[in-house]
Protein backbone atom coordinates (compact mmCIF):
# COMPACT_ATOMS: atom_id res chain seq x y z
CA UNK A 1 0.00 0.00 0.00
CA UNK A 2 3.24 2.41 0.55
CA UNK A 3 4.06 2.03 -2.71
CA UNK A 4 0.93 2.51 -4.41
CA UNK A 5 0.27 5.77 -2.60
CA UNK A 6 3.86 6.81 -3.44
CA UNK A 7 3.24 6.02 -6.96
CA UNK A 8 -0.14 8.52 -6.71
CA UNK A 9 1.64 11.49 -5.46
CA UNK A 10 4.22 11.56 -8.12
CA UNK A 11 1.76 11.28 -10.56
CA UNK A 12 0.04 14.44 -9.65
CA UNK A 13 1.23 17.63 -11.12
CA UNK A 14 3.36 20.04 -9.73
CA UNK A 15 1.29 22.78 -10.50
CA UNK A 16 -1.90 20.81 -9.24
CA UNK A 17 0.13 20.22 -5.44
CA UNK A 18 -0.77 22.51 -2.50
CA UNK A 19 1.77 24.08 -0.19
CA UNK A 20 1.24 21.45 2.94
CA UNK A 21 2.67 19.14 -0.23
CA UNK A 22 6.34 21.12 -0.16
CA UNK A 23 5.78 22.93 3.50
CA UNK A 24 4.29 20.49 5.93
CA UNK A 25 4.99 22.66 8.85
CA UNK A 26 3.99 25.38 7.71
CA UNK A 27 1.24 26.98 9.81
CA UNK A 28 -0.28 29.94 7.96
CA UNK A 29 -2.15 31.68 11.27
CA UNK A 30 1.40 32.31 12.92
CA UNK A 31 2.57 35.71 11.91
CA UNK A 32 6.46 36.24 11.19
CA UNK A 33 8.62 38.78 11.96
CA UNK A 34 10.42 40.49 8.90
CA UNK A 35 14.39 40.62 9.83
CA UNK A 36 16.72 42.90 8.23
CA UNK A 37 19.85 42.10 7.37
CA UNK A 38 22.77 43.95 8.41
CA UNK A 39 26.08 44.10 6.05
CA UNK A 40 28.30 44.45 9.34
CA UNK A 41 26.76 41.84 10.76
CA UNK A 42 26.67 39.62 7.52
CA UNK A 43 29.36 40.29 4.85
CA UNK A 44 28.04 38.17 2.28
CA UNK A 45 24.34 40.27 2.30
CA UNK A 46 26.42 43.02 1.55
CA UNK A 47 26.04 43.87 -2.19
CA UNK A 48 21.76 43.04 -1.48
CA UNK A 49 21.48 46.81 -1.17
CA UNK A 50 23.43 47.53 -3.95
CA UNK A 51 20.78 47.53 -6.98
CA UNK A 52 21.88 49.44 -9.70
CA UNK A 53 19.78 52.28 -10.73
CA UNK A 54 18.11 53.11 -14.25
CA UNK A 55 19.84 55.98 -15.85
CA UNK A 56 19.46 57.78 -19.10
CA UNK A 57 20.61 60.72 -21.25
CA UNK A 58 17.77 63.60 -23.09
CA UNK A 59 19.73 63.39 -26.74
CA UNK A 60 18.15 67.07 -28.49
CA UNK A 61 16.31 66.37 -31.58
CA UNK A 62 18.10 66.89 -35.09
CA UNK A 63 16.84 65.37 -38.86
CA UNK A 64 19.98 67.14 -39.92
CA UNK A 65 21.84 63.36 -39.64
CA UNK A 66 23.54 61.80 -42.52
CA UNK A 67 22.22 58.17 -43.50
CA UNK A 68 26.01 57.26 -43.71
CA UNK A 69 25.76 57.84 -39.52
CA UNK A 70 22.23 55.30 -38.93
CA UNK A 71 23.53 52.52 -37.87
CA UNK A 72 23.47 49.54 -40.66
CA UNK A 73 21.11 47.27 -38.41
CA UNK A 74 18.43 50.64 -38.41
CA UNK A 75 18.13 51.06 -42.02
CA UNK A 76 17.75 48.58 -45.28
CA UNK A 77 20.56 48.25 -47.99
CA UNK A 78 19.74 46.77 -51.27
CA UNK A 79 22.57 44.43 -52.42
CA UNK A 80 24.15 45.31 -55.64
CA UNK A 81 24.26 42.27 -57.97
CA UNK A 82 27.38 41.43 -57.34
CA UNK A 83 26.64 41.14 -53.44
CA UNK A 84 23.96 39.06 -54.84
CA UNK A 85 25.67 36.89 -56.93
CA UNK A 86 28.95 35.74 -54.38
CA UNK A 87 25.46 35.22 -51.55
CA UNK A 88 24.29 31.71 -51.50
CA UNK A 89 20.47 32.19 -52.18
CA UNK A 90 19.56 28.50 -52.55
CA UNK A 91 18.03 26.77 -49.37
CA UNK A 92 17.66 23.01 -49.05
CA UNK A 93 14.66 21.28 -49.06
CA UNK A 94 13.18 17.94 -47.96
CA UNK A 95 13.93 16.69 -51.78
CA UNK A 96 16.96 17.57 -51.60
CA UNK A 97 17.56 16.09 -47.97
CA UNK A 98 16.31 12.88 -49.34
CA UNK A 99 18.65 12.72 -52.41
CA UNK A 100 21.49 13.23 -50.00
CA UNK A 101 20.83 10.95 -48.00
CA UNK A 102 20.22 8.45 -50.69
CA UNK A 103 23.84 8.80 -51.92
CA UNK A 104 25.06 9.04 -48.35
CA UNK A 105 23.60 5.37 -48.93
CA UNK A 106 25.68 4.61 -51.64
CA UNK A 107 29.10 5.99 -50.64
CA UNK A 108 29.21 9.45 -51.67
CA UNK A 109 28.90 11.78 -48.41
CA UNK A 110 27.80 15.14 -49.52
CA UNK A 111 28.03 18.21 -47.47
CA UNK A 112 24.78 20.50 -47.36
CA UNK A 113 26.71 23.64 -47.44
CA UNK A 114 28.35 22.50 -50.62
CA UNK A 115 25.37 21.34 -52.33
CA UNK A 116 23.79 24.52 -51.48
CA UNK A 117 26.83 26.42 -53.18
CA UNK A 118 27.07 24.12 -56.27
CA UNK A 119 23.22 24.35 -56.65
CA UNK A 120 23.15 28.08 -56.05
CA UNK A 121 26.08 28.72 -58.99
CA UNK A 122 24.53 26.49 -60.77
CA UNK A 123 21.38 28.05 -61.41
CA UNK A 124 22.83 31.87 -61.44
CA UNK A 125 24.97 30.44 -64.17
CA UNK A 126 22.39 29.28 -66.08
CA UNK A 127 20.22 32.08 -66.01
CA UNK A 128 22.97 34.50 -66.69
CA UNK A 129 23.02 32.10 -69.68
CA UNK A 130 19.42 32.13 -70.77
CA UNK A 131 18.04 35.15 -69.93
CA UNK A 132 19.62 36.76 -73.26
CA UNK A 133 19.03 34.19 -76.24
CA UNK A 134 16.28 35.06 -78.13
CA UNK A 135 12.89 34.41 -77.38
CA UNK A 136 11.86 31.37 -79.55
CA UNK A 137 8.57 29.05 -80.71
CA UNK A 138 6.19 30.19 -77.80
CA UNK A 139 8.17 32.57 -76.21
CA UNK A 140 8.77 34.73 -79.56
CA UNK A 141 4.62 34.91 -79.90
CA UNK A 142 4.00 38.26 -79.30
CA UNK A 143 0.28 38.82 -77.89
CA UNK A 144 -1.65 41.83 -78.74
CA UNK A 145 -2.23 44.31 -75.63
CA UNK A 146 -6.27 43.84 -76.31
CA UNK A 147 -6.02 39.71 -76.75
CA UNK A 148 -9.65 39.20 -75.27
CA UNK A 149 -10.31 35.96 -73.12
CA UNK A 150 -12.21 33.13 -74.93
CA UNK A 151 -14.93 32.49 -72.69
CA UNK A 152 -15.91 36.46 -71.91
CA UNK A 153 -14.36 38.13 -74.80
CA UNK A 154 -13.68 41.07 -72.89
CA UNK A 155 -9.57 42.20 -72.41
CA UNK A 156 -9.65 43.60 -69.42
CA UNK A 157 -7.31 42.13 -66.85
CA UNK A 158 -6.17 42.30 -63.11
CA UNK A 159 -3.85 41.29 -60.31
CA UNK A 160 -6.07 38.99 -59.35
CA UNK A 161 -8.02 37.87 -62.24
CA UNK A 162 -4.82 38.05 -65.03
CA UNK A 163 -5.22 36.46 -68.70
CA UNK A 164 -3.45 33.32 -68.94
CA UNK A 165 -2.10 31.66 -71.74
CA UNK A 166 -2.29 27.93 -72.59
CA UNK A 167 1.69 26.29 -73.34
CA UNK A 168 0.03 24.07 -75.62
CA UNK A 169 -2.93 25.91 -77.61
CA UNK A 170 -2.35 29.51 -76.98
CA UNK A 171 -5.89 29.56 -75.29
CA UNK A 172 -6.34 33.01 -73.31
CA UNK A 173 -8.79 32.88 -70.84
CA UNK A 174 -9.36 34.35 -67.51
CA UNK A 175 -8.55 32.85 -64.24
CA UNK A 176 -11.70 33.45 -62.99
CA UNK A 177 -13.23 32.15 -65.80
CA UNK A 178 -11.85 29.43 -66.86
CA UNK A 179 -11.02 28.48 -63.04
CA UNK A 180 -7.00 28.93 -62.24
CA UNK A 181 -7.36 29.96 -58.71
CA UNK A 182 -3.73 30.27 -58.45
CA UNK A 183 -1.25 30.38 -61.55
CA UNK A 184 1.18 27.47 -61.45
CA UNK A 185 5.76 28.07 -61.63
CA UNK A 186 6.54 27.36 -64.80
CA UNK A 187 4.07 25.99 -67.73
CA UNK A 188 0.15 25.69 -67.47
CA UNK A 189 -1.73 23.70 -69.57
CA UNK A 190 -5.35 24.29 -70.38
CA UNK A 191 -7.55 21.01 -69.46
CA UNK A 192 -8.01 19.74 -72.99
CA UNK A 193 -3.88 19.74 -73.12
CA UNK A 194 -3.40 18.26 -69.86
CA UNK A 195 -6.06 15.32 -70.68
CA UNK A 196 -6.02 14.66 -74.38
CA UNK A 197 -2.73 16.86 -75.86
CA UNK A 198 -2.53 13.96 -78.69
CA UNK A 199 -5.93 13.97 -79.79
CA UNK A 200 -8.67 16.10 -80.95
CA UNK A 201 -11.89 16.90 -79.37
CA UNK A 202 -15.29 18.15 -80.19
CA UNK A 203 -17.84 20.46 -77.84
CA UNK A 204 -21.02 18.21 -78.16
CA UNK A 205 -22.90 21.40 -77.94
CA UNK A 206 -21.88 23.34 -80.95
CA UNK A 207 -19.62 22.54 -83.91
CA UNK A 208 -16.77 25.45 -83.68
CA UNK A 209 -13.42 23.62 -82.83
CA UNK A 210 -10.57 24.68 -80.34
CA UNK A 211 -11.64 27.15 -77.27
CA UNK A 212 -11.89 26.77 -73.80
CA UNK A 213 -12.80 23.11 -73.11
CA UNK A 214 -13.55 21.19 -70.26
CA UNK A 215 -15.11 18.09 -69.40
CA UNK A 216 -19.06 17.04 -68.22
CA UNK A 217 -19.99 15.08 -65.58
CA UNK A 218 -20.06 11.57 -68.16
CA UNK A 219 -16.52 12.97 -69.08
CA UNK A 220 -17.75 14.30 -72.48
CA UNK A 221 -15.77 17.56 -73.67
CA UNK A 222 -17.55 20.85 -74.19
CA UNK A 223 -16.68 24.37 -74.67
CA UNK A 224 -16.97 26.30 -71.25
CA UNK A 225 -18.47 29.24 -72.89
CA UNK A 226 -21.47 27.12 -74.58
CA UNK A 227 -21.90 25.44 -70.97
CA UNK A 228 -22.28 28.62 -69.30
CA UNK A 229 -25.14 29.88 -71.86
CA UNK A 230 -27.26 26.89 -72.27
CA UNK A 231 -29.66 27.26 -69.20
CA UNK A 232 -30.11 23.50 -68.38
CA UNK A 233 -26.46 23.11 -67.63
CA UNK A 234 -24.56 23.96 -64.94
CA UNK A 235 -20.98 24.09 -63.02
CA UNK A 236 -20.33 21.83 -59.54
CA UNK A 237 -17.43 23.77 -58.53
CA UNK A 238 -17.62 27.44 -59.07
CA UNK A 239 -13.87 28.02 -58.14
CA UNK A 240 -12.41 25.43 -60.44
CA UNK A 241 -15.30 25.89 -63.27
CA UNK A 242 -15.70 22.11 -63.83
CA UNK A 243 -16.78 19.54 -64.22
CA UNK A 244 -20.00 20.62 -66.63
CA UNK A 245 -23.34 19.07 -65.55
CA UNK A 246 -27.15 18.83 -66.90
CA UNK A 247 -25.95 17.91 -70.12
CA UNK A 248 -28.22 15.05 -69.94
CA UNK A 249 -31.28 17.37 -69.12
CA UNK A 250 -31.37 19.70 -72.41
CA UNK A 251 -34.73 19.03 -73.53
CA UNK A 252 -34.60 17.03 -77.22
CA UNK A 253 -36.16 19.96 -79.09
CA UNK A 254 -33.00 21.94 -78.47
CA UNK A 255 -30.91 19.19 -80.09
CA UNK A 256 -33.15 19.64 -83.06
CA UNK A 257 -32.49 23.07 -83.46
CA UNK A 258 -31.54 24.63 -87.04
CA UNK A 259 -28.36 27.19 -85.92
CA UNK A 260 -29.14 30.47 -88.59
CA UNK A 261 -25.62 31.36 -88.62
CA UNK A 262 -23.53 28.40 -89.89
CA UNK A 263 -27.04 26.36 -91.03
CA UNK A 264 -25.96 22.99 -88.72
CA UNK A 265 -28.49 21.05 -87.03
CA UNK A 266 -26.07 19.40 -84.46
CA UNK A 267 -25.54 20.72 -80.74
CA UNK A 268 -27.79 22.51 -78.76
CA UNK A 269 -28.44 25.69 -79.69
CA UNK A 270 -29.54 28.61 -77.80
CA UNK A 271 -32.37 31.11 -78.80
CA UNK A 272 -32.76 34.96 -79.21
CA UNK A 273 -33.58 36.48 -75.51
CA UNK A 274 -36.73 38.51 -77.04
CA UNK A 275 -39.97 37.45 -76.37
CA UNK A 276 -41.61 37.48 -79.24
CA UNK A 277 -38.08 35.78 -80.96
CA UNK A 278 -36.88 32.06 -81.31
CA UNK A 279 -34.01 32.41 -83.92
CA UNK A 280 -31.79 29.35 -82.52
CA UNK A 281 -27.92 29.68 -82.64
CA UNK A 282 -25.01 28.66 -81.03
CA UNK A 283 -23.24 30.76 -78.80
CA UNK A 284 -19.66 30.02 -80.31
CA UNK A 285 -21.48 31.22 -83.75
CA UNK A 286 -23.07 34.42 -82.13
CA UNK A 287 -19.69 35.32 -80.62
CA UNK A 288 -17.90 34.89 -84.22
CA UNK A 289 -21.25 37.12 -85.85
CA UNK A 290 -20.48 39.92 -82.38
CA UNK A 291 -24.30 39.37 -81.41
CA UNK A 292 -25.17 40.94 -78.18
CA UNK A 293 -24.17 38.54 -75.62
CA UNK A 294 -24.11 40.48 -72.38
CA UNK A 295 -23.09 38.17 -69.23
CA UNK A 296 -23.49 39.04 -65.49
CA UNK A 297 -22.26 36.75 -63.07
CA UNK A 298 -21.54 32.94 -63.56
CA UNK A 299 -24.12 31.36 -61.03
CA UNK A 300 -26.95 33.51 -61.88
CA UNK A 301 -28.54 31.88 -65.82
CA UNK A 302 -31.57 34.90 -65.80
CA UNK A 303 -28.30 36.99 -65.99
CA UNK A 304 -27.29 36.00 -69.93
CA UNK A 305 -28.88 37.99 -72.20
CA UNK A 306 -28.17 37.31 -76.48
CA UNK A 307 -29.99 38.64 -79.26
CA UNK A 308 -30.61 38.08 -82.92
CA UNK A 309 -29.53 40.90 -85.54
CA UNK A 310 -32.60 41.99 -85.55
CA UNK A 311 -33.36 42.40 -81.92
CA UNK A 312 -29.81 43.70 -81.27
CA UNK A 313 -30.11 47.07 -78.74
CA UNK A 314 -29.87 50.37 -80.49
CA UNK A 315 -26.93 51.23 -78.29
CA UNK A 316 -25.16 48.49 -79.12
CA UNK A 317 -25.77 48.42 -82.77
CA UNK A 318 -23.96 51.73 -82.71
CA UNK A 319 -20.97 50.61 -81.66
CA UNK A 320 -20.61 47.81 -83.46
CA UNK A 321 -21.48 46.83 -87.13
CA UNK A 322 -23.95 43.70 -86.51
CA UNK A 323 -24.85 43.56 -90.16
CA UNK A 324 -21.52 42.72 -91.11
CA UNK A 325 -19.81 40.80 -88.44
CA UNK A 326 -22.60 38.58 -89.00
CA UNK A 327 -22.40 38.46 -93.10
CA UNK A 328 -18.68 37.99 -92.51
CA UNK A 329 -19.26 34.85 -89.85
CA UNK A 330 -21.92 33.54 -92.25
CA UNK A 331 -19.13 33.43 -94.97
CA UNK A 332 -16.25 32.18 -93.21
CA UNK A 333 -18.46 29.52 -91.43
CA UNK A 334 -19.98 28.00 -94.86
CA UNK A 335 -16.23 27.26 -95.98
CA UNK A 336 -15.50 25.59 -92.98
CA UNK A 337 -16.58 21.77 -93.04
CA UNK A 338 -17.92 20.83 -90.01
CA UNK A 339 -18.17 16.64 -90.38
CA UNK A 340 -19.59 14.64 -87.16
CA UNK A 341 -17.39 11.63 -88.65
CA UNK A 342 -14.05 11.91 -89.30
CA UNK A 343 -12.35 10.58 -91.90
CA UNK A 344 -9.17 8.79 -91.79
CA UNK A 345 -6.93 11.83 -93.69
CA UNK A 346 -8.80 14.52 -91.43
CA UNK A 347 -8.06 12.67 -88.58
CA UNK A 348 -5.01 12.17 -88.85
CA UNK A 349 -4.15 15.48 -89.80
CA UNK A 350 -5.86 16.48 -86.61
CA UNK A 351 -4.02 14.21 -84.56
CA UNK A 352 -1.06 15.96 -85.87
CA UNK A 353 -1.99 19.41 -85.33
CA UNK A 354 -3.41 18.58 -81.74
CA UNK A 355 -0.14 16.85 -81.19
CA UNK A 356 2.40 19.95 -82.80
CA UNK A 357 2.12 22.00 -79.70
CA UNK A 358 2.79 19.57 -77.11
CA UNK A 359 6.23 18.57 -79.32
CA UNK A 360 7.06 22.35 -80.13
CA UNK A 361 6.75 23.25 -76.11
CA UNK A 362 7.80 19.95 -74.40
CA UNK A 363 10.89 21.21 -72.16
CA UNK A 364 13.42 18.80 -71.90
CA UNK A 365 15.73 18.48 -69.13
CA UNK A 366 18.40 20.91 -69.53
CA UNK A 367 22.03 20.06 -70.10
CA UNK A 368 24.49 22.23 -67.74
CA UNK A 369 27.66 23.36 -69.96
CA UNK A 370 31.10 21.47 -69.48
CA UNK A 371 32.91 25.24 -69.22
CA UNK A 372 30.14 26.11 -66.29
CA UNK A 373 30.50 23.18 -64.65
CA UNK A 374 34.12 23.31 -64.73
CA UNK A 375 34.10 27.16 -63.65
CA UNK A 376 31.87 25.91 -60.60
CA UNK A 377 34.55 22.47 -59.50
CA UNK A 378 37.94 25.65 -59.75
CA UNK A 379 35.18 28.04 -57.75
CA UNK A 380 37.60 28.66 -54.20
CA UNK A 381 35.58 27.42 -52.03
CA UNK A 382 36.30 26.66 -47.94
CA UNK A 383 34.64 23.39 -47.55
CA UNK A 384 35.43 22.11 -50.67
CA UNK A 385 35.45 18.21 -50.35
CA UNK A 386 37.60 15.42 -51.74
CA UNK A 387 36.27 14.31 -54.01
CA UNK A 388 35.30 17.45 -55.85
CA UNK A 389 34.73 16.83 -59.39
CA UNK A 390 32.65 13.74 -58.57
CA UNK A 391 30.46 15.21 -55.97
CA UNK A 392 29.36 18.15 -58.36
CA UNK A 393 29.00 16.33 -61.29
CA UNK A 394 26.84 14.24 -59.22
CA UNK A 395 24.70 17.50 -58.00
CA UNK A 396 25.04 19.07 -61.60
CA UNK A 397 22.94 15.74 -62.82
CA UNK A 398 20.55 16.35 -60.27
CA UNK A 399 20.03 19.61 -60.97
CA UNK A 400 19.15 19.13 -64.55
CA UNK A 401 16.28 16.68 -62.97
CA UNK A 402 14.88 19.14 -60.88
CA UNK A 403 14.55 21.58 -63.24
CA UNK A 404 13.16 19.68 -65.65
CA UNK A 405 10.34 18.25 -62.62
CA UNK A 406 9.65 22.00 -61.91
CA UNK A 407 9.40 22.77 -66.17
CA UNK A 408 12.05 24.98 -66.29
CA UNK A 409 11.30 27.21 -63.38
CA UNK A 410 13.71 29.01 -61.72
CA UNK A 411 14.83 26.95 -58.51
CA UNK A 412 15.91 30.63 -56.53
CA UNK A 413 12.78 32.55 -55.76
CA UNK A 414 14.64 35.89 -56.89
CA UNK A 415 15.35 35.31 -60.31
CA UNK A 416 11.70 33.22 -60.69
CA UNK A 417 10.23 36.40 -59.64
CA UNK A 418 11.28 38.46 -62.38
CA UNK A 419 8.80 41.09 -64.11
CA UNK A 420 7.82 38.65 -66.96
CA UNK A 421 6.71 36.36 -63.84
CA UNK A 422 5.54 38.66 -61.65
CA UNK A 423 1.86 37.44 -61.56
CA UNK A 424 3.13 33.87 -60.73
CA UNK A 425 1.92 32.40 -57.63
CA UNK A 426 3.69 32.16 -54.69
CA UNK A 427 1.67 30.27 -52.88
CA UNK A 428 3.58 26.50 -53.82
CA UNK A 429 2.15 24.23 -52.28
CA UNK A 430 5.56 22.66 -50.10
CA UNK A 431 7.33 19.46 -51.40
CA UNK A 432 6.92 17.81 -48.43
CA UNK A 433 2.97 18.64 -47.68
CA UNK A 434 3.15 16.72 -51.94
CA UNK A 435 4.95 13.85 -50.65
CA UNK A 436 2.96 13.22 -47.06
CA UNK A 437 -0.22 13.89 -49.18
CA UNK A 438 0.47 10.84 -52.06
CA UNK A 439 2.13 9.27 -48.59
CA UNK A 440 -1.50 9.27 -46.91
CA UNK A 441 -3.34 8.62 -50.19
CA UNK A 442 -1.22 5.42 -51.46
CA UNK A 443 -2.04 4.01 -47.65
CA UNK A 444 -5.78 4.51 -48.01
CA UNK A 445 -5.38 3.13 -51.52
CA UNK A 446 -3.69 0.16 -49.63
CA UNK A 447 -6.38 -0.56 -47.20
CA UNK A 448 -8.84 -0.28 -49.01
CA UNK A 449 -7.63 -3.23 -51.59
CA UNK A 450 -6.90 -5.21 -48.04
CA UNK A 451 -10.35 -4.46 -47.13
CA UNK A 452 -11.97 -4.95 -50.54
CA UNK A 453 -10.01 -8.75 -50.51
CA UNK A 454 -11.33 -9.12 -46.97
CA UNK A 455 -14.67 -8.29 -47.79
CA UNK A 456 -13.92 -11.07 -50.99
CA UNK A 457 -13.15 -13.76 -48.77
CA UNK A 458 -15.60 -13.06 -46.12
CA UNK A 459 -18.44 -13.13 -48.37
CA UNK A 460 -17.32 -16.43 -49.88
CA UNK A 461 -17.49 -18.23 -46.33
CA UNK A 462 -20.73 -17.12 -45.77
CA UNK A 463 -21.59 -18.52 -49.26
CA UNK A 464 -20.13 -21.89 -48.56
CA UNK A 465 -21.62 -21.56 -45.00
CA UNK A 466 -25.40 -20.82 -46.49
CA UNK A 467 -24.65 -24.04 -48.98
CA UNK A 468 -23.77 -26.29 -46.10
CA UNK A 469 -26.74 -25.20 -43.97
CA UNK A 470 -28.97 -25.78 -47.18
CA UNK A 471 -27.65 -29.32 -47.52
CA UNK A 472 -28.04 -30.21 -43.82
CA UNK A 473 -31.20 -28.92 -43.99
CA UNK A 474 -32.34 -30.52 -46.83
CA UNK A 475 -30.50 -34.23 -45.49
CA UNK A 476 -32.43 -33.46 -42.04
CA UNK A 477 -35.60 -33.10 -43.46
CA UNK A 478 -35.01 -35.98 -45.88
CA UNK A 479 -34.18 -37.92 -43.26
CA UNK A 480 -36.81 -36.70 -40.50
CA UNK A 481 -39.60 -36.40 -42.68
CA UNK A 482 -39.29 -38.84 -45.95
CA UNK A 483 -42.57 -38.38 -47.16
CA UNK A 484 -41.82 -35.07 -48.08
CA UNK A 485 -39.16 -35.59 -50.44
CA UNK A 486 -41.80 -37.50 -52.60
CA UNK A 487 -45.21 -34.71 -52.32
CA UNK A 488 -43.54 -31.44 -52.80
CA UNK A 489 -42.44 -32.65 -56.45
CA UNK A 490 -46.28 -34.10 -57.13
CA UNK A 491 -47.65 -30.50 -55.55
CA UNK A 492 -45.55 -28.69 -57.83
CA UNK A 493 -46.93 -31.02 -60.51
CA UNK A 494 -50.39 -29.94 -59.84
CA UNK A 495 -49.95 -26.77 -59.72
CA UNK A 496 -48.00 -26.49 -62.88
CA UNK A 497 -51.25 -27.93 -64.53
CA UNK A 498 -53.75 -25.59 -62.88
CA UNK A 499 -52.55 -23.15 -66.02
CA UNK A 500 -55.68 -20.75 -64.93
CA UNK A 501 -54.34 -20.57 -61.58
CA UNK A 502 -58.29 -21.55 -60.22
CA UNK A 503 -57.32 -23.33 -57.69
CA UNK A 504 -54.10 -21.39 -56.86
CA UNK A 505 -55.17 -19.44 -53.86
CA UNK A 506 -58.43 -20.21 -51.46
CA UNK A 507 -61.72 -18.50 -52.92
CA UNK A 508 -62.24 -14.76 -52.25
CA UNK A 509 -65.26 -14.67 -49.64
CA UNK A 510 -65.78 -11.46 -50.11
CA UNK A 511 -66.28 -11.92 -54.09
CA UNK A 512 -68.70 -14.99 -53.40
CA UNK A 513 -70.51 -14.89 -50.48
CA UNK A 514 -72.59 -17.87 -50.82
CA UNK A 515 -69.56 -19.57 -51.10
CA UNK A 516 -69.41 -21.17 -47.82
CA UNK A 517 -73.11 -21.90 -47.81
CA UNK A 518 -72.30 -24.76 -49.68
CA UNK A 519 -68.68 -25.47 -49.41
CA UNK A 520 -67.85 -26.84 -45.37
CA UNK A 521 -63.99 -27.54 -46.10
CA UNK A 522 -62.45 -24.98 -48.31
CA UNK A 523 -59.06 -26.44 -49.80
CA UNK A 524 -56.18 -24.97 -52.42
CA UNK A 525 -52.55 -25.27 -53.16
CA UNK A 526 -51.46 -22.39 -51.72
CA UNK A 527 -53.39 -24.11 -47.95
CA UNK A 528 -51.02 -27.51 -49.38
CA UNK A 529 -48.48 -25.92 -49.72
CA UNK A 530 -48.38 -24.28 -46.25
CA UNK A 531 -49.23 -27.53 -44.73
CA UNK A 532 -46.71 -29.74 -46.30
CA UNK A 533 -43.59 -26.99 -45.49
CA UNK A 534 -45.29 -27.66 -41.56
CA UNK A 535 -44.95 -31.20 -42.40
CA UNK A 536 -48.48 -32.03 -41.43
CA UNK A 537 -49.19 -34.71 -44.14
CA UNK A 538 -48.68 -37.88 -41.57
CA UNK A 539 -49.16 -40.31 -44.84
CA UNK A 540 -50.39 -40.48 -48.92
CA UNK A 541 -53.89 -40.91 -47.81
CA UNK A 542 -54.32 -36.99 -45.71
CA UNK A 543 -52.60 -35.72 -49.26
CA UNK A 544 -54.98 -37.57 -51.84
CA UNK A 545 -57.69 -36.30 -49.10
CA UNK A 546 -56.85 -32.86 -50.12
CA UNK A 547 -56.43 -32.82 -53.81
CA UNK A 548 -59.72 -34.74 -53.61
CA UNK A 549 -61.37 -32.22 -51.67
CA UNK A 550 -60.27 -29.69 -54.25
CA UNK A 551 -61.97 -30.92 -56.96
CA UNK A 552 -65.16 -31.84 -54.73
CA UNK A 553 -65.39 -28.33 -53.85
CA UNK A 554 -64.97 -27.63 -57.11
CA UNK A 555 -67.80 -29.35 -58.62
CA UNK A 556 -70.25 -28.96 -55.83
CA UNK A 557 -69.81 -25.05 -56.42
CA UNK A 558 -69.97 -24.64 -60.22
CA UNK A 559 -71.92 -26.23 -62.82
CA UNK A 560 -71.12 -28.96 -64.99
CA UNK A 561 -70.71 -26.47 -68.35
CA UNK A 562 -68.18 -24.01 -66.68
CA UNK A 563 -64.64 -23.82 -67.05
CA UNK A 564 -63.96 -24.52 -63.41
CA UNK A 565 -65.93 -27.39 -63.31
CA UNK A 566 -64.61 -29.19 -66.58
CA UNK A 567 -60.86 -27.82 -65.14
CA UNK A 568 -61.45 -29.96 -61.79
CA UNK A 569 -62.30 -32.62 -63.57
CA UNK A 570 -59.14 -32.70 -65.25
CA UNK A 571 -57.27 -32.38 -62.80
CA UNK A 572 -58.79 -35.31 -60.89
CA UNK A 573 -57.77 -37.45 -63.68
CA UNK A 574 -54.19 -35.94 -63.68
CA UNK A 575 -53.39 -36.50 -60.05
CA UNK A 576 -54.98 -40.48 -60.54
CA UNK A 577 -51.84 -40.61 -63.48
CA UNK A 578 -49.28 -39.55 -61.18
CA UNK A 579 -50.15 -42.11 -58.17
CA UNK A 580 -48.08 -45.02 -60.23
CA UNK A 581 -45.46 -42.80 -59.86
CA UNK A 582 -45.77 -41.63 -56.04
CA UNK A 583 -45.30 -45.60 -55.22
CA UNK A 584 -42.60 -45.55 -57.73
CA UNK A 585 -40.45 -43.13 -56.03
CA UNK A 586 -41.69 -44.70 -51.89
CA UNK A 587 -40.06 -47.88 -53.57
CA UNK A 588 -37.27 -46.04 -54.84
CA UNK A 589 -36.47 -44.11 -51.60
CA UNK A 590 -37.77 -47.05 -49.09
CA UNK A 591 -40.85 -45.11 -47.70
CA UNK A 592 -43.67 -46.33 -46.26
CA UNK A 593 -46.82 -44.05 -47.98
CA UNK A 594 -49.32 -45.55 -44.85
CA UNK A 595 -46.56 -44.41 -41.85
CA UNK A 596 -44.86 -41.95 -44.07
CA UNK A 597 -42.06 -43.08 -42.19
CA UNK A 598 -39.40 -45.02 -43.78
CA UNK A 599 -40.12 -48.69 -44.65
CA UNK A 600 -38.76 -52.16 -44.03
CA UNK A 601 -36.72 -52.15 -47.24
CA UNK A 602 -32.81 -52.19 -47.52
CA UNK A 603 -33.28 -48.71 -48.54
CA UNK A 604 -35.38 -48.18 -45.29
CA UNK A 605 -33.11 -50.15 -43.08
CA UNK A 606 -29.86 -48.61 -43.99
CA UNK A 607 -31.59 -45.30 -43.67
CA UNK A 608 -32.10 -45.87 -40.32
CA UNK A 609 -29.43 -47.39 -38.82
CA UNK A 610 -27.41 -44.39 -40.45
CA UNK A 611 -29.72 -41.69 -38.65
CA UNK A 612 -30.35 -41.42 -35.01
CA UNK A 613 -32.24 -39.09 -32.75
CA UNK A 614 -29.91 -37.35 -30.30
Known amino acids: MLLETNSMENTVPHEDKTYRDFYPDLNPLITLELHKVDDSEDPAHANYNAVPKPSFKIIEKSY????????????????????????????????DKIWLEEKKKKGLDIDWDYFEFVMDHLEKDW???????????????????????????????????????????????????????????GQWLCRKCMLS????????????????????TSSKWVHLHCAMWIPECGIQNLVYMEPIEGVENIPKNRWKLLCYICHKRYGAPIQCS?????VPF??????????????????????????????????????????YHLQVAVDELSRTVFELDFDIDALQSEKKQAREPVKRLSLSAPIIPAKILKDVIDYPCDYAPKKRSEITIAIAKYWSLKKESRR??????????????????????????????????????KDLEKARLLLDIVRKRERQKLRIYKQQLELFEYCSFPLNKILAPILEKCKAYDKFNIFAEPVDTEAVKDYLNYIK???????????????????????????????????????????????????ENYYASLIPEIYHQAKLYGVDLESGWWSTSPIGKQVLEGFSYK
Open 64 to 95: SKKVADIPSFARYVEATEDELADRIEYDLDEQ
Open 127 to 185: FDLVKDIPKTLKEDIQYPEDIACAICDDNEAENSNAIVFCDGCNLAVHQDCYGVPFIPE
Open 197 to 216: PEHPVKCVLCPTPGGAFKQT
Open 274 to 278: SKHCF
Open 282 to 323: HPSCARKAKLYMKMRGISDSAQFKAYCDRHTPKEYRDKVDVD
Open 408 to 445: GAALLKRLHLEPWTATASANKEEEEQKAHKYELLSQIR
Open 521 to 571: SPMDFQTMTEKLESHQYKNLADFQQDISLICENCKLYNRPETIFFKQAAKL
